[in-house]
């Protein structure tokens, strides 16, 4: 099913600003980690775990989600279908790959904001906890690779897309 | 003779193949580094490293939390 271009060209402008506002998210996220992995001092630390649950809870999740569901439409409801062309298949897996690690990662953010938030925690305690620097920079890239698929959209079938297309020019 | 006009599938473009190959590489890095390192996952942060996401209470509560003298009344 195609949609009408109004409709299409409005579905495309809210994909391209929650995806590309993902990727903000993710950059703003990613000064909090760095603060976190690289600050000593505790009310720095409290306020980058704090900050950083904060950010993915209410921002990249709602993104994430978000971004994926109006990149359904976007491919359901054009030309280019789901499974019919590697770079539309690639980037819905990288997607839901990256949606999953993100929602596993939350876990880690809220855990680290508990303890940041625990008036009776050390500095020490704050220091011990770390940062989720290599997920959030490894999202970023992810999220980046899947920008450029949909920028550039490069050549190349799948065996269903191929054989879809025969079956359609013959009809 | 029955012969097919359906064109052959030309097959996967080399950028998928070049694609999967350098996914394939990483994944593997990853895994080895995870493997090297040990745990993964929030339980390598608790002290425990029981992934409960319960630690111990502090310790040092008193060094850090302590009111200055003055501050006594």
Redesign the interface.
């Known amino acids: 099913m195609n949609m009408k271009p109004r409709l299409r060209k409005f579905a495309l402008a809210a994909h391209i600003t929650l995806a590309v506002g993902w990727i903000g998210a993710v950059a703003g996220y990613i000064a909090l980690d760095v603060a976190a992995a690289t600050s000593q001092d505790a009310q720095t630390l409290r306020a980058a775990y704090l900050a950083m649950e904060l950010i993915a809870w209410y921002v990249i999740v709602p993104l994430a989600f978000a971004s994926l569901l109006t990149g359904l439409v976007m491919s359901l409801g054009t030309k280019w279908g789901l499974f019919r062309h590697y770079w539309v298949l690639i980037s819905l897996l990288l997607t839901i790959i990256a949606t999953i690690v993100l929602l596993v990662e939350t876990q880690t953010i809220s855990y680290f904001a508990e303890i940041a938030a625990d008036p009776t925690r050390s500095s020490d305690d704050l220091r011990a906890l770390g940062s989720t620097l290599v997920h959030s920079v490894g999202g970023i890239v992810v999220l980046l690779v899947i920008l450029v698929l949909n920028v550039y959209k490069p050549r190349g079938m799948t065996r269903y897309g191929w054989r879809k297309q025969q079956e359609e020019r013959r009809m | 003779m029955y012969m097919s006009n359906?064109?052959p599938?030309?097959g996967?473009?080399r950028?998928?193949k070049v694609?999967v190959f350098i996914v394939i590489v990483v994944v593997l890095l990853l895994v080895a580094g995870m493997l090297l390192s040990g745990e993964h996952?929030?339980g390598r942060?608790t002290?425990s490293g029981d992934g409960s996401?319960q630690?111990p209470?502090?310790f040092?509560?008193t060094?850090?939390?302590a009111p200055p003298e003055g501050d006594r009344g």
């Open positions: 359906r064109p599938y030309p996967t473009p950028w998928v694609f996952g929030p942060h002290p996401g630690v209470p502090s040092s509560v060094k850090d939390h």
